[in-house]
Nanobody, 121 residues
């Protein structure tokens, strides 16, 4: 069994910062690409940032220069540092990861339950 649990969401004023965390736990032998997505009310879920197992990040244009994705491989955790937040960043933020489980030997995609980020004055 594998679980991803996000934390760190909340209410912040425009221009403020938040740091999201997403920790994978359970029966894990390897964690490959990890990513953050978001879904605003009435909109489709969209990719925000990805990070490879080697630590190479990639971002969508809307967050470049404001968000930073990082990971701690020893803790199976991915982070999203969000600075200069705007009201349009308001959404539920989800993490996902490609994880290989021991014994099973296959790699599958797992998702967290989401954490709410609200940017408002």
């Amino acid at each position: 069994q594998v679980q991803l649990v996000e934390s760190g969401g909340g209410l912040v004023q425009p221009g403020g910062s938040l740091r999201l965390s997403c920790a994978a736990s359970g029966s894990i032998s390897a964690v490959y690409q990890m990513a953050w997505h978001r879904q605003a009310p009435g909109k489709q879920r969209e990719l925000v940032a990805t990070i490879s197992s080697g630590g190479t990040p990639d971002y969508v244009d809307a967050v470049k220069g404001r968000f930073t994705i990082s990971r701690d491989n020893a803790k199976y955790t991915v982070y999203l540092q969000m600075d200069s937040l705007k009201p349009e960043d308001t959404a539920v933020y989800y993490c996902d990861a490609y994880i290989r489980r021991p014994l099973v030997g296959t790699t599958a995609n797992y998702w967290g339950q989401g954490t709410q980020v609200t940017v408002s004055s």
